[in-house]
């Protein structure tokens, strides 16, 4: 036979495994489908062959035809798939997926929440005043006078800023929640109950007990008949429901302008040894700040106390540094 079918399928095979693109199959298509390619070369040599070869070699020339072109469309198909996959990102949809971290509260506004809360419980609102303060609110309006000495005590920040109520005094950051007091009787008749959370400043230097910026939560409620039981029955409730049935308290006699009795209030832990810790102050309400919010003299009679949120909250956790509460390290806030 004048050609070697058998020979020529072999090379057709081999020559399309060596295809991996486009190109390739290009050059693949043109070496046998062209016009100057091998089976127009067959076709071009039937004329001359002889009669008995001609439709042998017309029949398997067709079958070499319908094989190329199935061959070259299969390789199309395979070259654009693999070129699909290989641009598209690997995706695996068995792998877990990332876990965004998810936030939550500060311990100093979950401790706030949660005293907030057990006040709110025993029928108290909780309200919020300014951190720039007058000296009035501040100062004389809790019996404080400029030149008394208790003034001593309170360190303040100043603001480089005119008070617009009285031109010859400045504003300041409040150097306890106590003014909220005077904000909230100047503004509402009793009787009232009101707890006051919020940021107060003094300019301490900052060490494991002190910082210039802290917590606090003042109380104060004001009725017709309110005496020193009312202060302590509060406060041991408050006191048990937030450090546990256990807790041990006593209330020393102290001395603020603003209370008239007043005392601190040390806890204690009945395990370990014993050692009392101030937690908060507190007293009757003086009549001079009674006065000085505009309330008729000998009506009224109310209670007052103020606490440090973050002392109490080192005390409930045992943080030994107040400092870790405003570092931001979450390997210290992740445990609360
Ligand atoms: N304002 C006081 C302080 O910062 C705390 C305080 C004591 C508040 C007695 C009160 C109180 O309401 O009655 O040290």
Known sequence: MAWDFAQIHQGVHQDIEGVH???????????????????SDIFDSLPRLSPEEKPLVGKQVNELRNLLTQLINAKKDEVQQTKKSASSPFFDVTLPGIGWP????????????????????????????????????????????????????FDTFY???????????????????????????????????????????????????HSFMFHQIEGLLVADDVK???????????????????????????????????????????????????IMGCGMVHPAVFKAVGYPEGKYTGLAFGLGVERIAMLRYGIQDIRVFFENDQRFLKQF
């Open 228 to 278: 020193f039981f009312h202060l302590k029955g509060l406060l041991t409730t408050f006191c048990q429901r937030f450090f546990g049935p256990d807790i041990q308290m006593r209330f020393r006699p102290h001395f603020f302008p603003f209370t008239e009795p007043s005392a601190e209030v040390d806890i204690s832990w009945k395990h370990g040894k014993k050692e009392w810790l101030e």
């Open 21 to 39: 693109d486009l190109q390739a199959l290009e050059a693949f298509r043109i070496k046998y489908l062209g016009k100057k390619g091998l089976v």
């Open 159 to 209: 603001l480089d800023v005119a008070d617009p109520g009285d031109k010859t005094k400045k504003l300041l950051l409040r150097s306890h929640t106590s003014p909220g007091q005077v904000r909230i009787m100047k503004a509402h008749k009793p009787p009232l109950a009101v707890i006051i959370p919020g940021k107060v400043y003094r300019p301490d230097a900052v060490d494991a007990s």
């Open 102 to 153: 998810v936030g939550h509260r500060h311990i100093l506004s979950q401790a706030i929440d949660e005293i907030c809360g057990l006040f709110e419980k025993l029928g108290f609102a909780v309200m919020e005043g300014p951190e720039i303060e007058s000296e009035e609110n501040n100062f004389e309006g809790l019996n404080i006078p400029a030149d008394h000495p208790s003034r001593d005590g």
